[in-house]
């Protein structure tokens, strides 16, 4: 039998989701690309960011079974890395120093390191909790 660790939230999923336009729960449930094709359509001129309503259940379960759950937990992880991107607060928490001063004197490597860490912080979180 097969234990899945409940990595991503449900509620974080949501309320991401009202921001959903920008593509940011379709990040944080691993779907990189989809997630940059909302940002630039507007979450598919707002058709596609009513359809994940109902789609979120889903993507959570998909992102539980994905990824490695461990000692840094996403749902901290991303909401530090939505709301406080820039100054480098979610590299601070996955222990990395060096990159999360880059990014608080940078303004998040002037956003291209933010928008990598959209691209790959799922990736991250796993590797940090691999090695715990």
Do not use: C
Not at 62 to 73: M, S
Not at 98 to 113: A, D, E, N, Q
């Amino acid at each position: 039998m097969t234990v899945v660790k409940d990595t991503h939230s449900k509620v974080i999923g949501y309320i991401l989701w009202l921001f959903g336009f920008t593509g940011s729960h379709r990040f944080y449930y691993g779907k990189p690309i989809s997630g940059t094709i909302y940002f630039f359509t507007f979450g598919l001129l707002l058709i596609g960011w009513i359809v994940d309503l109902f789609l979120i259940p889903s993507m959570d379960r998909k992102a539980d079974l994905r990824f490695e759950a461990g000692r840094a937990d996403y749902n901290i992880a991303w909401i530090l890395l939505v709301f406080f991107g820039i100054f480098g607060i979610h590299r601070f928490y996955l222990g990395k120093w060096i990159t999360g001063i880059i990014y608080l004197l940078t303004g998040g490597f002037f956003l291209v390191g933010v928008l990598y860490d959209f691209w790959t912080l799922n990736t991250q979180i796993s590797e940090v909790n691999r090695q715990t």
